[in-house]
DNA sequence: ATACAACTTGGAGTTGACTCTAAGTCAAGT
DNA sequence: ACTTGACTTAGAGTCAACTCCAAGTTGTAT
């Protein structure tokens, strides 16, 4: 598969691809004779974990280290273990951040829709005004 | 309330807490006869949902646009509710995917935890190997 | 009244994650 | 054989969002 069909399929540029190879995000992609990438299945199964795990985000960093460990082979599976649910931690803290955010968003905003009805903002609690 | 309060409170560092004053993403603080800052109850309202909306992914410039609009009065129901909107929206989209990588990292974790245990890695979908 | 921590400003620097540029190579169509 | 467009590299540049710095001021505890 070339770049251009990894690209269009995960929803990311030729560039960021390349970086991601670069500094180790994904493996050294298969090449053709002339040295253009044709990604195997393999290293599309990479882009889709890695291209998920980076949407939710996940350090580049830490995707480097768990590739790190990866290559090391077995004797890794409890870091890699470690590193995915410290992974998992900090997504969990974001979603709950998000939670927030969206309850005080929807309080706002219907406060909001009420306000351009009536002509007027009316606050329950004046610590969510503004 | 002194902006180490303040920092403390939200748990955030007081040149954040500039930068934002600065920037217009909360409203020129209220100062002592020193010129030092002194948080009114409204300007600590203003850092609550600031922060709140930023810590949700919420990005800098739509907080000034909000609080640009904010100050322009009650002609900006609309606008402001429609911003409010926008910035759920890119929430809600951003809460999928990180549903979809808890999704692939709990049950990465749960093979990683099995392997840790038989030491084989055992994956039922190849894709969702690496 | 003197030390000393915490505050002030304007402006420069850093960080993470891309994103772009230049100069060149490869591949497909005519 | 030639054009055209997609690809290659190394390395520089950009962007958002802070974060740090220097030089000076304020407030409080001895």
Wanted: charged fraction near 35%.
């Amino acid at each position: 598969m070339t770049i251009k069909e990894v690209c269009e399929k995960f929803n990311i540029t030729a560039d960021t691809l390349r970086y991601y190879e670069r500094v180790g995000v994904i493996p050294e992609v298969h090449r053709t004779a002339g040295g253009i990438r044709d990604f195997t299945e393999e290293d599309i199964g990479w882009v889709k974990t890695m291209t998920c795990f980076r949407s939710a985000g996940v350090p580049v960093e830490m995707l480097i280290e768990y590739r790190r460990l990866f290559e090391l082979g077995d004797d890794t599976f409890i870091a890699r273990c470690n590193l995915l649910k410290e992974a998992r931690e900090k997504i969990l803290e974001e979603k709950k951040r998000y939670d927030d955010a969206l309850k005080k968003l929807n309080y706002k905003i219907a406060k909001y829709e009420e306000a351009c009805q009536t002509g007027v903002l009316n606050w329950d609690d004046e610590t969510l005004a503004k």
